[in-house]
């Protein structure tokens, strides 16, 4: 006797998601500043670049920030990012001084 197939669930049919790009967050300015313009830094997986970017007007003004192969390697040189304390929080300059890409 035949086991009748069960009906898969359509979160078993999806393929693994892979991101990619990961988010820094979008409120990094160019000193630190509480005001504008505000940049968004992540990094893309495919390219293995760290950038930031911003809109002007119509356009993006885009910064490379640094090249990182796995997904660690940017983890760790981002490490503090999101921490109010940290010297690198949201302050773009004080990120490229860091990462070494002024």
Known sequence: ???????????????????????????????????????????????HELYAVRRVGRNEERVVLG???EKQQVEDAMEGWANPASPIYQNLAALKQHLGAE
């Not at 359509?10 to 998601?17: F, G, N, T």
């Not at 820094?24 to 997986?45: H, I, L, M, Q, S």
């Open 67 to 69: 090249h990182f192969v």
């Open 1 to 47: 006797m035949k086991t009748p197939k069960k009906k898969p669930h359509k979160h078993d049919v999806l393929p693994a998601w892979k991101p990619t790009e990961v988010d820094f967050g979008c409120w990094w300015t160019d000193k630190g500043e509480p005001r504008g313009p505000y940049w968004r830094v992540t990094w893309n997986a495919a390219r």
